[in-house]
């Protein structure tokens, strides 16, 4: 039903804005849970307060929880579903190849260990930041994946399996680090970032990533004819005018600094530029300029849930939100081959 509703582009824009508001919803539902149970009612003047809608008279200790720690925590989430989609639909456009992600590629191994470095050994002297770090860590770990590779002409099959072998390097490099130059306390904190946590996420963190994901969204669908010219080849897209060097250069460097910043601040989680992806484009069809927005809401939805599930699934115990995105996103990838398999 669904999915005949997207075939028509009125419905197709309802369908959009009813993600939209859905996910104002969520995040607003996030922002009520936690250790200290809030209202949704409550909650909703908090975010009327803190937004400056209105001036409504509540506990200010409820105020400072949702809004200082609660929605900062939910934006973030929105954005790094948000980007980590629109990275997969990036490079899955680029290497026509429905494996391609920042995960499976290496690139959020790379970021993984650009900032455990700076984190740790102080790597940069200070003026390094560590989302700088991030993405000098996503930008070597690519190259080295494109160099392993013999470049994007080398196939997209030996791209691929160069990414798992560069992940399965700088995820070495990175517990190296960790379990050498960390001590009991900083190894727990580092890991369990690694695994995806939103515990210490703060508002400049979450305005950095909407900053940084919304110019990215709109730089790519800028890049939608091109995206489109790309699944039939790199030399039909020449062939349509499309400059192929420069829009590669220009949406992986994006995706590049989109992973970095995501990474940087709530560490590595898989899944969501793989599977959300093709969810979008069961709904959205294969035109960009559909697809990318669809990708862009659904994995945002998708990682404020995951947020709440990562807080109401274990009684008394927040888990990292990359296992709640795996949980979901294996059975959910597996089905997505089970539908796609090839006939007898």
């Known amino acids: 039903m669904i999915r005949w509703l997207a075939g028509h582009p009125r419905a197709r824009w309802l ?30 003047k908090a975010i009327a307060n803190g937004t400056g809608i209105s001036h409504f008279d ?12 609660r929605m900062s925590r939910a934006l973030m989430a929105a954005c790094a ?3 980590l989609a629109l990275c997969g639909v990036i490079l899955q456009a680029l290497l026509r190849n429905a494996l391609a992600e920042p995960y499976v590629l290496g690139i959020s191994a790379g970021a993984s260990t650009g900032a455990v470095m700076v984190m740790l050994l102080g790597v940069g002297g200070g003026v390094l930041g560590v989302s700088a770090g991030a993405f000098s860590g996503a930008i070597l770990a690519f190259t080295l994946v494109l160099m392993l590779a013999r470049g994007l002409q080398g196939g997209t099959t030996r791209v691929i399996l ?9 995820n070495a490099l990175t517990a190296w680090v960790v379990s050498t130059s960390a001590n009991a306390e900083q190894s727990r904190s580092v890991m369990f970032w690694l695994l995806g946590s939103l515990s210490g996420v ?14 990215g969204t709109v730089v790519v669908l800028l890049f939608a004819r091109a995206l489109d010219a790309f699944a039939f080849g790199e030399d039909s897209a020449a062939s349509m005018g499309i400059p192929v060097t420069t829009v590669r250069i220009v949406l992986l460097t994006i995706t590049a600094l ?21 969810a979008a484009r069961f709904l959205a069809g294969p035109n960009h300029l559909r697809l990318i927005p669809a990708s862009v809401v659904i994995g945002a939805n998708f990682m404020v849930l ?16 990359g296992v709640v995105t795996a949980l979901v996103g294996a059975p959910a990838f597996a089905l997505i081959l089970y539908r796609h398999r090839p006939g007898p």
């Open 162 to 170: 160069a990414g798992v072998a560069g992940a399965q390097l700088f």
């Open 81 to 83: 579903g948000a980007g």
């Open 258 to 278: 989109m992973t970095a910043i995501i990474v940087s601040i709530i560490g590595a989680v898989g899944f969501i530029g793989l599977v959300i992806p093709h």
């Open 202 to 215: 703060r508002w400049p963190d979450a305005l950095l990533a909407l900053g940084t994901v919304a110019c």
């Open 58 to 69: 509540i506990a200010p200790i409820e105020e400072g929880i949702v809004w200082q720690y």
């Open 15 to 44: 369908l959009l804005a009813g993600g939209c508001a859905m996910l104002g919803l969520m995040m607003a539902l996030a922002a009520s849970i936690g250790t200290m149970p809030i209202s949704l009612d409550t909650t909703l």
């Open 306 to 321: 995951a947020d709440i599930g990562s807080r109401m699934l274990v009684p008394q115990q927040v888990l990292p939100i």
